[in-house]
């Protein structure tokens, strides 16, 4: 008996498949215990968002899904080296947090008009709950209300819709200045009309409607080279305009307040005076956000990182500083003399203080020794005074290179001033208090200088533009401050 028994038993262990009769035997056994529980019925059974947390780089209409290549070496696992090769392709950023909708809460909002879904949505919002400060993707200190933040950027990501007039011919429409000191509106134009995700062909299903014009463009088609005359300008997006609203019934719905426009040219607030719903009603997402021109509204209107671009294939170029330890110049400034605030910051602290290093264009002396980005990585302050405008590119260069900012400039708004706390990682000094600057700086304590200058390293992810945009990068922040400003205007 022993022998036949020897040859039973060694049959079973090398031709049954036992993973897959243990697989069978727990269907079986989950199967029972469903059929055995009791509940609630279905319509009393509170819904609870579930919170998924995936890959930064992972599509947001794919978030509960686990991409093919994770699930095929899953059920294969055909050795340990192609699971590293998958860990090895994931970013060292932290994972992306989707707080994914119940989808019967989704269809509901759907078949809602969009500005009642906005009414849901902004009432649910200001009844969010206190968001944890350790989260693991935000710094919480970087924003004014961490917790309100989070909760529209998580609706913003599953809700938003946004339609985008084909209407103008380029290159004044549809085609982005993607370099240069204006390139943000470029870029935000760029890859607005590359998105799958916000951007619907439907009109009657979106929160917001595009204006997809580039004002560096208009300036440079339209405007004629030294007539000082901005009319013709004017004259041509009032054009524009009253054809949308002739065209189309969007416009004269709203009067304008659920489109919006972006523009970094310096003229951009004042092309907008020739119309006036254009100029007082629309979502303007202006570099010039000077509230003294009667243009920009602040709380309504959003203003834009005026971001310097020199090579558009690689716009991440040249990031990072020196720590601090390693910035021995106390505050750095160089660049051409004109507006109202330079002349007056070159005549205080030019050639007058070792510790300061204040400049016109840069010298040869000092160019000699340090680039200007060597410059900024080496200083401790940034200075960031206005030109012709209140905006200044040194303010977004700053921040790549790790350097605290100093902002010089009465009536600017900062960008994305509504949602980040530029108290944390900024010094803004009055134009009148130029001549105490160095004071002021020194004044800082050290503690509360490595504080900000840290909140600066934290702040760069905000300020980037990236060829496929992943969350919270400037893209994603200038559309939530869109969205924000938008879902302001609803009445609940």
Same mark, same amino acid.
């Given at each position: 008996?022993?022998?036949?028994?020897?040859?039973?038993?060694?049959?079973?262990?090398?031709?049954?498949?036992?993973?897959?009769?243990?697989?069978?035997?727990?269907? +079986?056994?989950? @199967?029972?215990?469903?059929?055995?529980?009791?509940?609630?019925?279905?319509?009393?059974?509170?819904?609870?968002?579930?919170?998924?947390?995936? #890959?930064?780089?992972?599509?947001?209409?794919?978030?509960?899904?686990?991409?093919?290549?994770?699930?095929? %070496?899953?059920?294969?696992?055909?050795?340990?080296?192609?699971?590293?090769?998958?860990?090895?392709? *994931?970013?060292?950023?932290?994972?992306?947090?989707?707080? #994914?909708?119940?989808?019967?809460?989704?269809?509901?909002?759907?078949?809602?008009?969009?500005?009642?879904?906005?009414?849901?949505?902004?009432? &649910?919002?200001?009844?969010?709950?206190?968001?944890?400060?350790? &989260?693991?993707?935000?710094?919480?200190?970087?924003?004014?209300?961490?917790?309100?933040?989070?909760?529209?950027?998580?609706?913003?990501?599953?809700?938003?819709?946004?339609?985008?007039?084909?209407? @103008?011919?380029?290159?004044?429409?549809?085609?982005?200045?993607?370099?240069?000191?204006?390139?943000?509106? @470029?870029?935000?134009?760029?890859?607005?009309?590359? #998105?799958?995700?916000?951007?619907?062909?439907?009109?009657?299903?979106?929160?917001?409607?595009?204006?997809?014009?580039?004002?560096?463009?208009?300036?440079?088609?339209?405007?004629?080279?030294?007539?000082?005359?901005?009319?013709?300008?004017?004259?041509?997006?009032?054009?524009?305009? $009253?054809?949308?609203?002739?065209?189309?019934?969007?416009?004269?719905?709203?009067?304008?307040?659920?489109?919006?426009?972006?523009?970094?040219?310096?003229?951009?607030?004042?092309?907008?005076?020739?119309?006036?719903?254009? *100029?007082?009603?629309?979502?303007?997402?202006?570099?010039?956000?000077?509230?003294?021109?009667?243009?920009?509204?602040?709380?309504?209107?959003?203003?834009?990182?005026?971001?310097?671009?020199?090579?558009?294939?690689?716009?991440?170029?040249?990031? @990072?500083?020196?720590?601090?330890?390693?910035?021995?110049?106390?505050? +750095?400034?160089?660049? $051409?003399?004109?507006?109202?605030?330079?002349?007056?910051?070159?005549?205080?602290?030019?050639?007058?203080?070792?510790?300061?290093?204040?400049?016109?264009?840069?010298?040869?002396?000092? *160019?000699?020794? !340090?680039?200007?980005?060597?410059?900024?990585? *080496?200083?401790?302050?940034?200075?960031?005074?206005?030109?012709?405008?209140?905006?200044?590119?040194?303010?977004?260069?700053?921040?790549? $290179?790790?350097?605290?900012?100093?902002?010089?400039?009465?009536?600017?708004?900062?960008?994305?001033?509504?949602?980040?706390?530029? &108290?944390?990682?900024?010094? %803004?000094?009055?134009?009148?208090?130029?001549? $105490?600057?160095?004071?002021?700086?020194?004044?800082?304590?050290?503690?509360?200088?490595?504080?900000?200058?840290? #909140?600066?390293?934290?702040?760069?992810?905000?300020?980037?533009?990236?060829?496929?945009?992943?969350?919270? &990068?400037?893209?994603?922040?200038?559309?939530?401050?869109?969205?924000?400003?938008? !879902?302001?205007?609803?009445?609940?």
């Amino acid at each position: 008996m022993a022998k036949p028994f020897r040859t039973i038993i060694v049959f079973l262990l090398f031709r049954i498949d036992w993973k897959k009769l243990f697989l069978v035997c727990s269907v +079986f056994t989950i @199967g029972q215990s469903h059929s055995l529980a009791v509940g609630p019925p279905l319509e009393t059974v509170r819904v609870v968002p579930v919170v998924y947390s995936l #890959n930064s780089l992972v599509k947001q209409n794919q978030s509960s899904v686990i991409p093919k290549k994770e699930r095929r %070496v899953s059920h294969r696992r055909k050795g340990r080296h192609r699971v590293k090769s998958i860990v090895a392709d *994931s970013p060292p950023s932290p994972p992306h947090v989707i707080r #994914n909708i119940p989808i019967r809460l989704k269809k509901y909002l759907w078949s809602l008009k969009p500005d009642e879904a906005l009414a849901f949505i902004k009432r &649910d919002i200001e009844n969010a709950s206190l968001a944890e400060d350790d &989260d693991a993707e935000l710094y919480a200190p970087l924003f004014r209300n961490f917790s309100t933040f989070k909760r529209s950027y998580e609706w913003m990501e599953q809700m938003l819709k946004v339609y985008i007039y084909e209407d @103008g011919e380029s290159p004044i429409f549809h085609e982005p200045h993607l370099f240069g000191i204006y390139a943000s509106e @470029g870029w935000f134009m760029k890859l607005m009309e590359e #998105n799958k995700q916000f951007v619907t062909k439907d009109p009657e299903k979106a929160h917001l409607f595009y204006l997809p014009y580039s004002a560096r463009q208009l300036q440079m088609a339209v405007y004629v080279p030294n007539s000082h005359n901005l009319r013709p300008l004017s004259v041509f997006l009032h054009g524009y305009v $009253n054809m949308l609203a002739a065209k189309y019934p969007f416009w004269n719905r709203t009067r304008g307040s659920d489109h919006f426009l972006v523009a970094c040219h310096d003229w951009g607030p004042y092309t907008l005076k020739g119309h006036n719903e254009l *100029s007082r009603n629309t979502i303007k997402v202006l570099c010039n956000a000077d509230v003294s021109e009667g243009v920009f509204v602040a709380g309504k209107d959003v203003s834009l990182p005026e971001t310097t671009i020199r090579n558009p294939k690689r716009p991440l170029k040249n990031l @990072g500083g020196n720590r601090v330890s390693q910035r021995p110049i106390l505050a +750095f400034f160089a660049g $051409n003399r004109h507006g109202r605030v330079r002349p007056v910051l070159l005549k205080h602290w030019s050639d007058k203080d070792d510790d300061m290093r204040i400049y016109g264009p840069l010298p040869n002396r000092a *160019s000699r020794l !340090l680039s200007y980005p060597q410059h900024m990585k *080496s200083s401790k302050y940034c200075i960031c005074p206005m030109g012709f405008e209140v905006n200044s590119p040194r303010i977004v260069e700053a921040i790549y $290179n790790e350097c605290v900012p100093v902002i010089i400039a009465d009536n600017f708004v900062p960008p994305l001033n509504e949602v980040l706390n530029w &108290d944390e990682f900024s010094v %803004v000094v009055a134009e009148k208090d130029i001549p $105490n600057l160095k004071e002021i700086l020194l004044a800082i304590p050290l503690k509360r200088y490595i504080v900000m200058q840290t #909140n600066v390293k934290k702040l760069q992810r905000h300020f980037l533009w990236n060829a496929k945009p992943v969350p919270y &990068d400037l893209f994603h922040m200038i559309l939530h401050s869109i969205w924000s400003s938008r !879902l302001n205007q609803i009445q609940i």
